[in-house]
């Protein structure tokens, strides 16, 4: 079984600069997540999807933050435009949905991201 | 306040020996679940162990066992038997309630196993 997967794994862009990330989830896993993990801390959820639809959005700066979860597969998170406190590795994470509850996530590799 | 609470930053643990990685968890909720996952340097998240807060017995998986202790809101990792492979960041994570399935995260504890 194919894991999750994201693109691009390392990014480097200057401040002000647009930037979007791609993730492909788990054949079948109807829950998505987006995390946002900066350096020696936990992973911090900024979006979650059922299917194609939002979840939870409450920790995303929507001022710059957008995400899209398009029929329900694949997602994109874009960052436009970028500060330098957006430098992180983000996770874009994968569930089954078991009643209300998904049980364990499975995690992307991550894209690095360096705001210079 | 903090909801997941990992006070060990840090630990060196030599090869073969147990190793207990401390959490503890904030809820009013009476449904939630525990999370322990492993992140080593390569950067992705492995899971590693799953209690409920309605399981009655500790969850084991292998080498890693849950010390489940539901009145001091505690949630500790076991790795029994400790190898160098198991050096990595662990991560101590809680869901809580039952409708939108968020999972926040601790700070970490940074484990390094010594030869």
């Known amino acids: 079984e194919a894991g999750v997967a994201q693109s691009p794994r390392y990014k480097i862009i200057e401040k002000r600069q647009s930037v979007a990330f791609w993730c492909n989830p788990i054949s079948g896993h109807a829950t998505l997540y987006w995390y946002q993990q900066i350096l020696g801390q936990g992973p911090k959820l900024l979006i979650q999807?059922?299917?194609?639809?939002?979840?939870?959005d409450s920790q995303l700066p929507k001022d710059r933050f957008s995400a899209e979860r398009l029929k329900g597969v694949d997602s994109t998170l874009k960052i436009q435009p970028a500060k330098l406190e957006d430098s992180a590795v983000y996770l874009c994470?994968?569930?089954?949905?078991?009643?209300?509850?998904?049980?364990?996530?499975?995690f992307g590799p991550g894209t690095r991201l360096t705001v210079t | 306040a903090q909801k997941i609470t990992q006070t060990q930053p840090g630990m060196f643990v030599q090869e073969k020996e147990a190793v207990t990685l401390d959490c503890t968890y904030d809820?009013?909720?009476?449904?939630?679940?525990l999370f322990w996952y492993k992140q080593p340097s390569s950067g992705e998240m492995i899971f590693l162990i799953y209690q409920g807060s309605y399981d009655q017995q500790n969850a084991t998986e292998g080498r890693y066992s849950l010390n489940f202790q539901k009145a001091r809101k505690s949630a500790n990792l076991v790795i029994s038997a400790s190898q160098l492979g198991d050096s990595a960041m662990y991560f101590c994570a809680m869901r809580e309630g039952s409708v939108a399935d968020k999972i926040i995260f601790g700070k970490g504890t940074r484990l390094h196993i010594l030869p």
């Open positions: 999807f059922q299917n194609n639809g939002v979840v939870d």
């Open positions: 994470a994968s569930s089954l949905v078991q009643g209300f509850w998904s049980y364990e996530q499975y």
């Open positions: 809820t009013s909720d009476p449904s939630y679940g």
